[in-house]
């Protein structure tokens, strides 16, 4: 059984930088694939970031590159996020998901991802 907490949701000004942590009951190495998704009220469940931990590769939503930094700590079982320089459009309820069915394919939230956190508000102003 895999349990995901998250912190490091907040309310902060625009421009400003928030750090997401996941800390994992597993090894966040032993994971197909990891990731971060966020849903505004009214609108679907965006993918923002996500990692192959099997190679480390990683890939961002458009809205995020250059901006967000998935990474992972495997001495401490932790997938973060780092947000910088972030808009109001960034406003948002923020999800940790992980899933370990190494036939899937990261970029389909639907089979890739088993496992998801219970969430943690973003809000930008």
């Known amino acids: 059984h895999v349990q995901l907490v998250e912190s490091g949701g907040g309310s902060v000004q625009a421009g400003g930088s928030l750090r997401l942590s996941c800390v994992a009951s597993v090894y966040t190495a032993s994971t197909r694939c990891m990731g971060w998704f966020r849903q505004a009220p009214g609108k679907e469940r965006e993918m923002v970031a996500r990692?192959?931990?099997?190679?480390?590769?990683?890939s961002y939503a458009d809205s995020a590159k250059g901006r967000f930094t998935i990474s992972r700590d495997n001495a401490k079982n932790t997938l973060y996020l780092q947000m910088t320089s972030l808009k109001p459009e960034d406003t948002a309820l923020y999800y940790c998901?992980?899933?370990?069915?190494?036939?899937?394919?990261?970029?389909?939230?639907?089979?890739?991802?088993?496992?998801w956190g219970q969430g943690t508000q973003v809000t930008v102003s």
């Open positions: 998901a992980a899933g370990r069915d190494f036939g899937s394919d990261c970029r389909d939230p639907a089979t890739a991802y088993s496992y």
């Open positions: 990692m192959n931990t099997v190679d480390g590769s990683t």
